[in-house]
């Protein structure tokens, strides 16, 4: 069965600080990847997301995140975090062509930012 | 586009009640899924349908849980009888078309059965 890792349950970042979240999924076929957010108050959002083509995607606000398959990753990252980017980010994996109900969350890690 | 409108946003009842959830998906999506969200277990698929049909519910928990869409515009998710354990985040998500497309989802229901 296919699952997601998210390692970090919490992370705490000063303004500025660089980010990278770290998501592994397992399954040894080929997958959709996606990365949404959850501000606090607010509702899940798409981040960005990954289908086909080049590995390295880009996401509103500034974020990205990069597929390496050998590796079963699709770290989630930003160069210079606001305090506004303070919420909790989940990464999300779907076998390739499969139903949308095979969509599989981790459970999420959570970022503050200290202004 | 009002997004995908759920109701209500906090629920608090007693062990044995029975709960009712309700969600508006938004306007022309086909898709609607039920979530639920815990610290133990994250986001987890009960149910989904597609054009108001029931497509796969294997992640109701069990029978006590039951999930309907009489039409495109509304779903509810019941349970009944209620548990502690049920205490969680409820979730309603909406989709157009196939597995392209982004999930849209409301700002939950927290439930808290005491």
Redesign the interface.
């Known amino acids: 069965a296919q699952s997601v890792s998210q390692h970090n349950h919490h992370v705490i970042l000063s303004e500025a600080a660089s980010l990278e979240l770290g998501c592994n999924y397992s399954y040894g076929g080929t997958v ?1 990847l ?1 990365w ?1 957010v959850q501000y606090p ?6 981040l960005l ?1 990954y ?1 086909s083509g080049d590995p390295l995607v880009k996401g509103i606000k500034g974020f990205e995140a990069e597929f390496i398959k050998s590796k079963f990753s699709f770290n989630l990252r930003k160069p210079s975090v606001q305090w506004s980017d303070t919420a909790e980010y ?1 990464c999300a994996v ?1 076998n390739y ?5 095979n ?1 599989i ?4 890690t959570k970022l503050s930012v200290k202004p | 586009d009002a ?2 409108i759920q109701s209500p946003r906090h629920e608090v009842t007693e062990m044995g009640q029975e709960v009712t959830l309700r969600c508006k998906p938004i306007s022309g999506h086909d ?1 609607l ?1 039920w ?1 639920r969200q815990t610290m133990m ?3 987890e ?1 009960l149910i ?1 349908f597609n054009n108001n049909v029931p ?2 519910d294997s992640g109701m928990p069990e029978d006590r849980f039951s999930a309907k869409m009489p039409n495109a515009s509304f779903s509810t998710l019941k349970i009944q009888p209620s548990e502690p354990r049920d205490s969680a985040v409820y ?1 309603c ?1 909406s ?1 157009l078309g ?11 229901t927290r439930l808290t059965v005491t």
């Open positions: 959709n996606f949404y108050g607010q509702h899940l959002q798409l997301k289908f989940f779907r062509g499969g139903s949308q109900g969509l969350f981790g459970k999420g | 997004g995908v898709y899924f979530y277990r994250g986001l698929l989904y497509i796969d979730f998500a989709s196939g597995y392209n497309s982004p999930l849209h989802f409301g700002n939950g």
